[in-house]
Each structure stands twice: as structure tokens, then as C-alpha cells.
């Protein structure tokens, strides 16, 4: 079976640009969660969603937004790219939410450089 | 607030020698990750553990968890080459999963 994709591999904007990243489970996989790495730190929890729903939300601004599609495919959105959003980001995913146990798998990321 | 800390921050050790990653967390919770990383490279799980005094163990690596002490270890058995990598634990709080990583331990084995 795939594994957790993730798209584009790499991405190069400016700052005050916008992107968006792409990530797709797992197949049978209903929960998607996103995470950024900055060079050198541990990765760090933006958002989880499950069955379409935001169910967590790390300490990130406004300008970072995602969704889920029906087919559980996910969208992270970053506005008015900062210098410090150069990072990779990791996609996460899981069968499903709460209580019981649920390994997550992660994507190769998107390694995002901005300018 | 979840906090997660590991030590060392770096390390270095010869080929055939033994050592131990450490991994303290600051409030309760019911699970706890290792994850390897080459450089560039996404997360590759190692271990899962649920339970005070799971142990477990995968090759030359084994982990094992104190829910009472907030204290998990990775150790590191006649260290080879091939696992040169920087090491994270996770720590996940009840009813969710989010995971709350820790800032890391970069091993480098040296022949």
C-alpha cells in the first residue's frame, strides 16, 4: 500500500507570498494532521483534522489555514509568508481520532524556503 | 502546557560502545513515540509505548517507559554506523493526537 504523499517535494516563494500544500492518507485513513519543522528543532503540531473537522489547532497565526476534503486528502494554506515560515512540512496520518491508541505515518514533507 | 525534553542534545560515540537517550515529559500521558530522522528525511516511527514499564526492543535499540518518573529511555546497544540519525521522542496528551515532540538527539557513530 502508498504510504502517506505529500506535494510538491520542494517550494521556493517570497515573503508576502501565499502557498498551499497538499497531503494524501493513507488509504483508510480518516485523520490527517500537519506539522512544521524548523531546521534543527523538533516538529511542531498546526492542525488536526478528522472526517472534514478541525479537531486541534497548535499555537500558529491566522495566516495558517487547512481543510479536508471528502476523500480525506488535506490542504494547508500559508498567507503573507514570513521569512521564518522556511521549514518542512509534515503531514501526518492516522485511522482514526480520539481515545483509542492510532499510530500516526508521516509524509517526506514539503520542504517550503521562503525569500 | 506539554513540554518535552531530551538529553543529550548531541552526541557523538565510537562504534561497539553503549549509551542512552533520554526523554522527560512534564504532565501525564498515555503514550509515547520514538521516531528516527536522516537528514532531509521524513519521521520513521521505532517504537510505540502505551503502558509504565513497556519495554521494547528492535534490533540494536531498545526503549522503555516510567509513566511515574515522566521518563522514557532509548538505548543504544553496540552502536553501528547505520544508525546515525537524530532521534526524537513524542508525547501525546490524553483523548488526541497531537503530539508534542522533543527538540531532539543527533547521534553520530563514528567507526
Known amino acids: 500500500d502508498a504510504g502517506v504523499t505529500q506535494s510538491p517535494t520542494h517550494l521556493i516563494k517570497t515573503r508576502g507570498q501565499q502557498v498551499t500544500l497538499r497531503c494524501s492518507p493513507i488509504?483508510?485513513?480518516?485523520?490527517v494532521s500537519w506539522y512544521q519543522q524548523v531546521l534543527g528543532q523538533g516538529p511542531q503540531f498546526i492542525f488536526q483534522?478528522?472526517?472534514?473537522?478541525?479537531?486541534g489547532r497548535g499555537n500558529f497565526p491566522d495566516r495558517f489555514s487547512a481543510r479536508q476534503f471528502p476523500n480525506y486528502s488535506s490542504e494547508l494554506n500559508v498567507n503573507a509568508l514570513l521569512l521564518g515560515d522556511s521549514a518542512l512540512y509534515l503531514c501526518?496520518?492516522?485511522?482514526?481520532?480520539?481515545?483509542?491508541?492510532?499510530?500516526?505515518?508521516f509524509g517526506p514533507g514539503t520542504r517550503l524556503t521562503v525569500l | 502546557e506539554l513540554k518535552v525534553e531530551q538529553n543529550p542534545l548531541f552526541l557523538s560515540m565510537q562504534e561497539g560502545k553503549n549509551y542512552t537517550i533520554y526523554c522527560n515529559y512534564s504532565?501525564?500521558?498515555?503514550?509515547l513515540y520514538w521516531y528516527r530522522q536522516d537528514p532531509g528525511k521524513s519521521l520513521e516511527s521505532l517504537f510505540v509505548?502505551?503502558?509504565?514499564?513497556a519495554v521494547k526492543q528492535e534490533g540494536r535499540l531498545m526503549a522503555s517507559l516510567d509513566t511515574k518518573a515522566r521518563l522514557s529511555t532509548l538505548h543504544i546497544t553496540a552502536a553501528v554506523h547505520d544508525l546515525s540519525a537524530t532521534y526524537f521522542c513524542?508525547?501525546?496528551?490524553?483523548?488526541?493526537?497531537?503530539?508534542?515532540f522533543g527538540t531532539g538527539t543527533r547521534l553520530t557513530i563514528i567507526p
Open positions: 483534522y478528522y472526517e472534514k473537522e478541525e479537531r
Open positions: 501526518a496520518s492516522s485511522v482514526t481520532s480520539g481515545r483509542t491508541y492510532n499510530e500516526q505515518f
Open positions: 504532565t501525564t500521558s498515555d503514550r
Open positions: 509505548l502505551l503502558s509504565n514499564g
Open positions: 513524542a508525547v501525546s496528551d490524553f483523548g488526541n493526537e497531537k503530539l508534542t
Open positions: 488509504s483508510g485513513h480518516k485523520s
